[in-house]
């Protein structure tokens, strides 16, 4: 983690209250006054600390009402949560203090501490922590949308992935949820218009977490991106609500052709680890890839597809198998279908199980 030198002390609340001012050339003396106070009053607060990032001066706290539910801590339990795990982590983990304290409990809400852990993982010499920090505020402080999301997808991470420890190391530690909300952040500015910024949090993306996802592929709501590592999803890739992906996941295109050309994930879908999906195809309502699976064809709802290529294997019990995130059937399932497959190499048909397409 990067630190500051005693000398810092001056020289970056002087760097930063300067860029305040340089921002603020279009807003009222008032407003400019109250930037300046707020910098210089942090700059006493973190000489308190004398361990700390280079990003954790010059934050700027976000308007009241430019934030859902982050004022009121009975309106946004999930935060509540974050806060009073960093509290217990940082009296059980005293090293771990300041740490805490400047990518949490420093913060008035959700967005503001996640654009904070945003920024310290995606900075390099020339995309300054401070510079991402502004990006990822105007964006999600002004985004009811991601601000549901990133709530959601961080319940799905506190639910589905047994290795979770809490809403507070979601936040902290795991790169499929902070890739995946960098993205929401880049598809965004890819909507606006700002295809090249887009772009440039898209290859940062790919160079801090090993996941590629272009900034113009959709993506819903309440998401697990289990690991994360190795994931590729392309720019005309839809992935709807309540989907779980692990990693190695690809939803790529077939060739060279331009367009609609990758797969549409429809709502609850699991996806194994390292399944390759290609082509503007569906995989349904409720399915489930099997891991190292093939896909090129369309997925009914509901069903179990595995294999190189893959083929319907079977019917999941569960309607949200994304949910209940089980990977694998029982022995007498597979038995059942290995007693298909044989009688239908032994007539020369396909067994029951195999399923149409």
């Given at each position: 983690m990067a630190c500051l030198s005693d000398e810092s002390w001056v020289s970056l609340p002087k760097m930063l209250s300067e860029r305040l001012t340089l921002r603020g050339g279009d807003q009222n003396e008032e407003e400019e006054l109250k930037r300046k106070s707020f910098v210089e009053s942090k700059r006493t607060q973190y000489r308190i600390e004398k361990v700390f990032p280079v990003y954790a001066l010059g934050i700027s706290k976000p308007e009241?009402?430019?934030?859902?539910?982050?004022?009121?801590?009975?309106?946004?339990?999930?935060?509540?949560?974050?806060?009073?795990?960093?509290?217990?982590?940082?009296?059980?983990?005293?090293?771990?203090?300041?740490?805490?304290?400047?990518?949490?409990?420093?913060?008035?809400?959700?967005?503001?501490?996640?654009?904070?852990?945003?920024?310290?993982?995606?900075?390099?010499?020339?995309?300054?922590?401070?510079?991402?920090?502004?990006?990822?505020?105007?964006?999600?402080?002004?985004?009811?949308?991601?601000?549901?999301?990133?709530?959601?997808?961080?319940?799905?991470?506190?639910?589905?992935?047994?290795?979770?420890?809490?809403?507070?190391?979601?936040?902290?530690?795991?790169?499929?949820?902070?890739?995946?909300?960098?993205?929401?952040?880049?598809?965004?500015?890819?909507?606006?218009?700002?295809?090249?910024?887009?772009?440039?949090?898209?290859?940062?993306?790919?160079?801090?977490?090993?996941?590629?996802?272009?900034?113009?592929?959709?993506?819903?709501?309440?998401?697990?991106?289990?690991?994360?590592?190795?994931?590729?999803?392309?720019?005309?890739?839809?992935?709807?609500?309540?989907?779980?992906?692990?990693?190695?996941?690809?939803?790529?295109?077939?060739?060279?052709?331009?367009?609609?050309?990758?797969?549409?994930?429809?709502?609850?879908?699991?996806?194994?680890a390292s399944a390759t999906i290609l082509g503007n195809i569906k995989i349904g309502k409720g399915a489930m890839v099997a891991a190292g699976s093939l896909v090129l064809k369309d997925v009914p709802p509901h069903s179990m597809v595995a294999g190189i290529p893959a083929k319907v294997i079977g019917y999941v019990d569960e309607q949200v198998p994304s949910l209940t995130m089980k990977h694998d059937a029982t022995k007498d399932f597979f038995e059942h279908v290995a007693d298909n497959f044989k009688d239908g190499r032994s007539t020369g048909g396909q067994g029951s199980g195999s399923g149409k397409k």
């Open positions: 009241s009402d430019s934030v859902v539910n982050s004022g009121d801590p009975i309106a946004d339990p999930i935060w509540d949560a974050v806060k009073e795990e960093a509290k217990l982590e940082a009296e059980k983990e005293p090293i771990l203090s300041s740490f805490l304290y400047a990518s949490i409990m420093s913060h008035d809400c959700l967005e503001q501490a996640l654009g904070f852990v945003l920024a310290n993982r995606l900075q390099n010499p020339t995309l300054l922590a401070t510079q991402l920090m502004d990006i990822f505020f105007d964006v999600i402080l002004h985004d009811t949308g991601i601000q549901r999301s990133i709530r959601l997808d961080m319940q799905a991470f506190k639910d589905r992935d047994p290795a979770c420890l809490s809403y507070c190391s979601v936040l902290l530690y795991l790169k499929g949820y902070h890739s995946l909300q960098v993205h929401r952040v880049a598809h965004a500015l890819w909507s606006q218009g700002r295809k090249v910024l887009a772009l440039a949090l898209q290859s940062r993306i790919s160079e801090v977490f090993g996941v590629d996802i272009h900034p113009a592929a959709k993506i819903g709501e309440g998401i697990l991106l289990d690991h994360g590592t190795g994931v590729v999803i392309g720019e005309t890739a839809v992935v709807g609500n309540r989907v779980s992906l692990m990693h190695g996941v690809t939803l790529g295109g077939t060739g060279k052709e331009i367009g609609d050309r990758h797969p549409k994930v429809s709502d609850g879908a699991l996806i194994g």
